[in-house]
Structure formats: structure tokens, C-alpha cells
Antibody, heavy 121, light 110 residues
């Protein structure tokens, strides 16, 4: 069974930093691209970042470019999101989501339960 | 990247059909056959319901179907059931490993 478990969320002051983790199990993590997607309270989903299976390809949404860094450790079956210079508008539940299992198709398929990040003074 | 446009809410009685639209541009919905749909119950993670415009993952009831015409994709729920009451989001690939999500639609079963 595919499982994705996020951790590392919490309360942080504006301008602060936080590192999120996502532990993967139930599939061969090293062969899948991964994403971070966030959802502000009461709002819709927003794609944040993508990383390929080998970490050779990385993309960010314009809203987080230059402040967030996605990374992964295939030996540890883990995905990370380093978030710096946090702003009030970064307050959201952050989900890690596995990318499409088939090459030539593009969609997040399995999602974790999310971790809440609150940016407030 | 701007969010795809969805109606805020749709409703229907049990057994009826409802359709949710998802309008984008030629840079996302219109440019790729990679539209997916997600169901989200309150406090839960999104669940994949449709991918590649009209394909259903294993385990998703065939009451759920997807289509696309030009820059607009649609999700139809036939034979509406109480457990279908949830928020639904469309998602489109927009090139360069970027995804754009819809604004979300609340489906109410009357």
C-alpha cells in the first residue's frame, strides 16, 4: 500500500524557516518523481514544487521561487521542502504527492495527509 | 500561472447527474491531454478520480467520467450518491513539470 507521511509543520514567525519531510513507503520511491502541493485554510490547492526521481529536474511555482528548496534522499525514501523567508501567505497544509506512475503522463496520484504550516507573529 | 476556473458549487438529488466545468487556456487545459480530477472530503487528502482527461484509476466507480473540449474540461458524476458530497478540483499539466489546479467546486447532494 502506498503511504506518504508528512511531518515538520508548525508555527513559525514571518521571515523564519521550516523544513518539511515526507516519508514514503509501499512503492519504489527512487523511481518516482514527487511534488509538494499546498492548501491555504478554506482555499484551493496550489502546486508548489516538483522533483524528478534522480533530482536532476526541479521546478518551483513563482510564488515560492528563491525561498523554497525541494530535495530528496532516495536511500532514506524521503522527500523534503526547505522553506525560508516565510510569509503570512505561506500558511497552509502542505501535501507531498507522488507523480504519475506512467511515463508520458502527468498527474499527482497518491497524496499524504498533509502537515500544517502556520506563519504568524 | 493562474488557477483554472471552476463553478463555486453544484448540487443535485440522489440519482441525478451533475457536471463540473474546468476552464483554462491553450497553455494548460487546451494544450495537453493531461487533465486530472480530485475528490476531497473535509479534513482529508485529495483522492485521484480521473486522469488523462477521461481515464479512471482502479477502484473509482464508473459513475465518474471526464471529458475535454478546447480549453474546458468537465467531470460528470452520474447516479449521484450521498458519499459523493465533497470538494472537487481539476488539475492540468502546463508544461515544464508545472501543474495548475482549479479553484474548486463544492458538490452538494440534496
Amino acid at each position: 500500500e502506498v503511504q506518504l507521511v508528512e511531518s515538520g509543520g508548525g508555527l513559525v514567525q514571518p521571515g523564519g524557516s521550516l523544513r518539511l519531510s515526507c516519508a514514503a513507503s509501499g512503492f519504489t520511491f527512487s523511481t518516482y518523481s514527487m511534488n509538494w502541493v499546498r492548501q491555504a485554510p478554506g482555499k484551493g490547492l496550489e502546486w508548489v514544487s516538483y522533483i524528478s526521481s534522480s533530482s536532476s529536474t526541479i521546478y518551483y511555482a513563482d510564488s515560492v521561487k528563491g525561498r523554497f528548496t525541494i530535495s530528496r534522499d532516495n536511500a532514506q525514501n524521503s522527500l523534503y521542502l526547505q522553506m525560508n523567508s516565510l510569509r503570512d501567505e505561506d500558511t497552509a497544509v502542505y501535501y507531498c504527492a507522488r507523480d504519475a506512475p506512467t511515463s508520458g503522463s502527468y498527474f499527482p496520484d497518491y497524496w499524504g495527509q498533509g502537515t500544517l504550516v502556520t506563519v504568524s507573529s | 500561472q493562474s488557477a483554472l476556473t471552476q463553478p463555486r458549487s453544484v448540487s443535485g438529488s440522489p440519482g441525478q447527474s451533475v457536471t463540473i466545468s474546468c476552464t483554462g487556456t491553450s497553455s494548460d487545459v487546451g494544450g495537453y491531454n493531461y487533465v486530472s480530477w480530485y475528490q476531497q472530503h473535509p479534513g482529508k487528502a485529495p483522492k485521484l478520480m480521473i486522469y488523462d482527461v477521461s481515464k479512471r484509476p482502479s477502484g473509482v466507480p464508473d459513475r465518474f467520467s471526464g471529458s475535454k473540449s478546447g480549453n474546458t474540461a468537465s467531470l460528470t458524476i452520474s447516479g449521484l450518491q450521498a458519499e459523493d458530497e465533497a470538494d472537487y478540483y481539476c488539475c492540468s499539466y502546463a508544461g515544464s513539470y508545472i501543474y495548475v489546479f482549479g479553484t474548486g467546486t463544492k458538490v452538494t447532494v440534496l
